[in-house]
C-alpha cells in the first residue's frame, strides 16, 4: 500500500506477480486483485513496466485512488486467513 502499483511493477518487473495474486486470492481481497490485474494490463504492448508507467500513469494513478478508497484491510485479511 506504499507506493502504488506503478511503483510496485516498476520495482519488481513484476517479478512476484504470480505470488501476488495468490495470496491476494487465498486471503479474499477481490477488489486489490481486480485492480493489481488491471494494471498490468496497462502494460500490455510495453516493453517493460517503466515504459508503461512512463506512457500512463495517470491511467496508474486512477487505480492507485481506487486502491487506496477501497483496498479493505489487507492486513486484517491476511491475518484471519493465516491465524484461523
Not at 505470488?19 to 485492480?35: D, M, P, Q
Not at 493489481?36 to 486512477?62: I, M, P
Amino acid at each position: 500500500m506504499n507506493g502504488g502499483f506503478g511503483q510496485y511493477l516498476t520495482n519488481t518487473d513484476g517479478l512476484h506477480l504470480r505470488e501476488t495474486f495468490a495470496c491476494l486470492e487465498r486471503i479474499g481481497a477481490i477488489k486489490t486483485h481486480a485492480l493489481l490485474t488491471a494494471a498490468v494490463e496497462l502494460a500490455s504492448g510495453f516493453d517493460t513496466y517503466v515504459a508503461a508507467w512512463d506512457e500512463k500513469s495517470d491511467r496508474y494513478s486512477c487505480l492507485d485512488r481506487e486502491f487506496y478508497e477501497a483496498a479493505g484491510d489487507l492486513a486484517g485479511l491476511t491475518a484471519d486467513a493465516f491465524l484461523l
